[in-house]
């Protein structure tokens, strides 16, 4: 396979969706519903395909990275004894991008099959198709982005088409709403962002991915600023990735379509945190700083703060809503426990159960006829059984049930918090695993046993092939997904290439938890246990939810999300209204009034006046000033 082929094999992957959003856009015959769904699929199909080739040829040849090509974007005067800043606009090509690139495009290529069958006779069906190309040109271009201006750029551009696609009912209020919420918050986190990638840029002199590496390897040039660049970056990561206290726009995504909610809120726009924070790992990781302990602590609160907010919710696409904020909030931790490894490894093997778990739920609410309250529904199993099947088998491996893709990469998270020392951590790990067999399992009962509790739950329609050929094949993937090496590949890719990567066999794999650190998969197995005997006990059959007579004022705290949303209307909303009526009115006052205003007419006045008292009428006066000025020129030419 020739050199150039390869090189501009990236690029083919990255631009496809672009010209696929392009086509679908400009209408004609490509704008034509049949025609926009074909455009729209072929476009991913084709960026999976290629994003295999570039990972096989990258595998089979042992290189830590493939040659790629940059081309020069902008070019600013000089900085410092630098000739020219310039940014180039590349690709980085090395098994973290290319795996991401698997995970986007053929999670992706899932969702926009099953879109076809949940969208069908939705008046905006070409446009979603659209929306969705160029949210995954977008998404391609942060993971594939060789530096940090490149990927800003297309971090911006997953917010807007986010934006879209949250609102694409945009008919609704809800809808509008929730859109103007993600966008606005994730707006908040990429100014922190900006001014990190500002910081580094300062001191380093450069954005680029590989020069930053060799740059950062001087403690004298990044040590005094690596704590607050590392916080300031992160804050991107804590938009994108719903961290708190950004975490609040997530949930109410869910008013997007379902397929949206699987792409974004599951497999891809959500993990970018994740996967910027590994990407740019050696940053966050220098010497001296404390960045990574406090980024941690941040991801470990969110996942338990929203695994409580999740045991109390009825919207089933909410409960999943809030169980990625808590998976994320583990990739998170897993980061802060100096862990990249454990964090991709989980954000892999999250991206195909979670997917799997919105599809299966939005084949659900497609069965109900749109109805999305848990306790509405009971008694799908043996109605819907392709949905129960593919839907429990997400759920296991969720709950991290062994030997299912989430007990080997939850396992390497609880296994790494205790190698790092970090026993806090490694406690809220274990108890998280809890509450998520308690409210997965609480909705897994709810929904698929018991008896009907309503008209739509007795007569449901199971969802057409196009919805449930995806469903079996992300099944797929979360039952195996642990025994694909995918930790080794990442370990050998943060270990700098060193060593040799998947040697160990297939048996030695299935049983990698137990014995790399029997202590953290032993607890993950009992807290599976403890969360499912609870569960069970609680709602096998149940007509109603017991746990509001039982817990009181937490059970409503939990339901209400703990009052985080009231709390930022109430408090922080008006007080950033009168912070920014206060700053207007100070520009208003001093520097439009004062400045451009007064300041203007006071120096017109000023020079009137000046010119007032040269303009005398006194013929002495006008021949004096003649004079000084001749002789002033004359002194000016003698002195040259």
């Known amino acids: 396979m020739e050199d150039h082929f390869i090189e501009n094999l990236g690029w083919v992957a990255l631009l496809l969706p672009l010209l696929s959003a392009v086509a679908i856009t400009l209408g004609g015959p490509f704008g034509a519903r049949r025609a926009a769904a074909k455009i729209s699929i072929g476009a991913v199909a084709l960026s999976f395909v290629a994003s295999l080739i570039l990972f096989l040829y990258l595998h089979l040849t042992g290189q830590p990275a493939l040659a790629e090509t940059s081309f020069p974007w902008l070019i600013i005067g000089k900085y410092g004894e630098l000739n020219n800043l310039q940014f180039n606009l590349g690709l980085q090509l090395d098994t973290l991008s290319l795996v991401m ?38 998404m391609l271009g942060i993971v594939l982005a060789d530096n940090f201006l490149m990927m800003f750029i297309f971090w ?26 993600a966008f606005i918050t994730n707006r908040i986190g990429d100014f922190g962002f900006l001014l990190g990638i500002l910081l580094v ?23 005094p600023v690596a704590t607050i660049a590392g916080l300031l970056i992160f804050c991107g990561a804590m938009g994108k990735s719903a961290q708190f206290p950004l975490h609040v726009w997530l949930p109410d995504a869910m008013e997007g379509p379902t397929p949206v909610s699987a ?27 404390q960045a990574l302990e406090i980024i941690g602590w941040i991801g470990g609160f969110t996942a338990l703060l929203a695994a409580l907010i999740a045991v109390q919710q009825n919207d089933i696409k909410r409960i999943l809503a809030y169980s990625t904020l808590s998976q994320l909030g583990y990739m998170v931790m897993a980061v802060g426990s100096h862990g990249p490894t454990a964090a991709m490894y989980h954000l892999t093997t999250h991206a195909f159960f979670k997917a799997l778990l919105f599809l299966g739920a939005g084949a659900v609410i497609h069965a109900m006829h749109h109805e999305q309250d848990i306790w509405q529904m009971g008694g799908l199993r043996k109605k819907l059984p392709v949905t129960f099947w593919t839907f429990l088998t997400g759920t296991l491996a969720l ?59 007795e007569h449901p329609h199971e969802a057409p092939g196009v919805m449930l050929w995806p469903l079996r094949i992300l099944a797929v993937p979360s039952v195996i997904g642990g025994l694909l090496f995918i930790e080794a590949t990442f370990e050998h890719f943060f270990a700098g290439g060193h060593g040799e990567a998947g040697t160990i066999t297939w048996a030695e794999q299935l049983l990698e938890p137990l014995n790399a650190s029997p202590a953290a998969a032993l607890s993950g197995i009992f807290a599976i246990m403890v969360g499912g005997a609870f569960a069970g006990a609680l709602y096998w059959k149940a007509a109603s939810d017991p746990l509001p007579l039982r817990l009181g004022w937490f059970a409503r705290a939990m339901r209400n999300r703990f009052y985080f949303d009231e709390l930022y209307e109430r408090v922080l909303i008006p007080a950033t209204h009168e912070l920014w009526s206060r700053i207007a009115q100070a520009i208003d006052r001093w520097i439009i009034g004062g400045l451009a205003v007064r300041g203007a007419s006071g120096a017109t006045e000023f020079a009137g006046r000046a010119l007032r008292l040269v303009q005398s009428g006194s013929l002495q006066t006008y021949a004096f000033l003649l004079v000084a000025g001749v002789a002033a020129v004359i002194y000016c030419l003698l002195a040259r």
């Open 156 to 181: 911006e551009l997953v917010g807007i088409s986010s934006y879209l696609l949250i609102g694409f009912w945009y008919h609704k209020p809800a809808a509008a709403d929730a859109c103007k919420k």
């Open 399 to 457: 709950c991290g049930v062994p030997f299912f893709s989430g007990f080997y990469s939850k396992d390497s998270i609880l296994a790494q918090a205790l190698k790092n020392g970090s026993y806090g951590l490694f406690i809220i790990g274990v108890l998280v695993a809890a509450l998520t067999t308690f409210y997965m399992a609480r909705l897994a009962l709810v929904v698929f046993w018991g008896s009907a509790r309503s008209s739509a739950a």
């Open 201 to 223: 840029w300062s001191v380093l002199g450069s954005v680029g991915f590989a020069s930053l590496k060799l740059e950062a390897a001087h403690p004298n040039h990044f040590g």
């Open 101 to 138: 690139m698997l995970v986007v495009t053929g999670v992706g290529l899932l969702i926009h099959i099953y879109s076809q069958g949940y969208l069908a006779g939705d008046p905006g069906y070409s446009r979603y198709f659209a929306c969705l190309s160029l949210f995954t040109f977008s």
């Open 263 to 289: 792409l974004i809120h599951a497999a891809t726009m959500v993990a970018a945190g994740v996967y910027m924070l590994c990407r740019v790992y050696f940053l966050l990781s220098f010497p001296g700083s």
